[in-house]
Structures are given as C-alpha cells and as structure tokens.
C-alpha cells in the first residue's frame, strides 16, 4: 500500500503564490507516477498535471500549463506543486494521487489507484 498526505493549503490572496506537498509512504518502489487533481463544489475532480516519479517528466493540463508546476523529490518522497499567480476560480480541494505503470491516461482519476486526504486552498479577493 501507499499512503499520500498533502500539506500547505491554507487561505490566500488573489496574485499569491502557494507550494503544496505530498508525502508519500510505504511501497513507494510502486509509484510510477504521481499527480495533482483538484475539486471545486460542485464540480468534478479536475486534473491538474503529473509527474513521473524516478524519471521526473511531466504533463500539464493545458489550464495550468505556465502557472503552476509540479515537481518532486524521490529521495524525500515528496511531490510537490508550485501555484503562482493564484486566481479566485483556483479555489478548491488539491489532491495528490499515485499511478502505475500502464495503469490508463494520466488525465482520468481512474489511473490512480491511491489518494491522499486532500488539501483546502481557498483564494480571497
């Protein structure tokens, strides 16, 4: 099993910057890839972008695509994602999740078998 637990959500202001982390823990030699989603009320869990973990490639939704970026360090276990410029419509529950190998399009919450808690990023005007 793998365990993810995401981390620096919080309340900001429209045009900040926000890093999240996610840590991740137990069979982590099974991680072929982990991603950032996020949910709005109301709406369904929107993927964000996706980062190979040994190798360190990555993909981008073409709507973050410039403003946000995903990166990690395999030695700590930790992903993380960088969000500048921070919008109001940015509001939402950031989760971080694992892919295997083969395991489907990246973009689809289908391809990821683990999930972490989610993190609350809440932008104010």
């Known amino acids: 099993q793998v365990q993810l637990v995401e981390s620096g959500g919080g309340l900001v202001q429209a045009g900040d910057s926000v890093r999240l982390s996610c840590e991740v823990s137990?069979?982590?030699?099974?991680?072929?890839?982990i991603a950032w989603f996020r949910q709005s009320p109301g709406k369904e869990r929107e993927f964000v972008a996706d980062?190979?973990?040994?190798?360190?490639?990555?993909f981008y939704s073409e709507s973050f695509q410039g403003r946000f970026t995903i990166s990690r360090d395999h030695l700590k276990n930790i992903a993380y994602l960088q969000m500048n410029s921070l919008k109001l419509e940015d509001t939402a529950v950031y989760y971080c999740?694992?892919?295997?190998?083969?395991?489907?399009?990246?973009?689809?919450?289908?391809?990821?078998?683990?999930w972490g808690q989610g993190t609350q990023v809440t932008v104010s005007s």
């Open positions: 999740a694992t892919r295997a190998y083969g395991s489907g399009p990246l973009t689809t919450t289908r391809a990821y078998g683990h």
């Open positions: 137990g069979q982590t030699s099974r991680v072929y890839a």
């Open positions: 980062i190979n973990w040994l190798a360190g490639s990555t």
